[in-house]
């Protein structure tokens, strides 16, 4: 049951640096038994940068919201609409004390409803991220294909998956 007094808004400048802490420290808790703690405080140094953060609230089509209990940064997402239509989930991370609570399924939708004419959402998930891939699936989502992220041999392994959101 999500927690009352949830609040899901667009992230703001003022927001970054709640933003980047709440990904280290969920990066940390998920990926450094996957990859270690000095990779995964490399990646969340360079994709999560405060300046990294600041470009994505400037892109056209793309969502970044947060989730506040009270003044906390609970949680956040992002996403953007790719060439053809398709939602495409790029970051959905809750701070493991919210984990379980409904509060990532909650967040989940708001973004996806930021795309009211994707006919299909689609995300990348670390292959190893068993719970995220066993959330993704109750979610609706299901297995594309295997890749690596970016193509790069020092990135993440994920796997692809989609959701149909309306028949067209």
């Known amino acids: 049951m999500t927690p009352k007094g949830l609040i899901i808004r667009d992230a703001l400048a003022a927001d970054l640096p709640a933003v980047r802490g709440l990904l280290v420290e969920t990066w940390h808790a998920t990926y450094d038994g ?3 703690w000095q990779r995964v405080a490399e990646i969340t140094n360079a994709w999560h940068s405060l300046e990294n953060l600041g470009a994505q609230l400037e ?4 969502t970044f919201l947060i989730a506040l209990v009270g003044e906390e940064v609970i949680a956040t997402s992002s996403a953007r609409l790719e060439r053809d239509r398709a939602a495409l989930l790029t970051r959905l991370y809750v701070l493991p004390a919210y984990q379980g609570i409904g509060i990532g399924r909650t967040l989940l939708q708001v973004t996806l409803a930021c795309f009211p004419q994707a006919p299909v959402a689609r995300l990348e998930v670390e292959s190893q991220n068993e719970p995220a891939i066993t959330f993704y699936e109750r979610m609706g989502f299901f ?3 295997q890749a690596r992220f970016d193509g790069r041999e020092d990135t993440p392994n994920t796997l692809m998956m989609a959701k149909r959101l309306f028949a067209e």
Do not use: A, P, V
């Open 34 to 36: 996957i990859y270690g």
């Open 59 to 62: 892109r056209e089509g793309e």
């Open 143 to 145: 297995l594309q294909r």
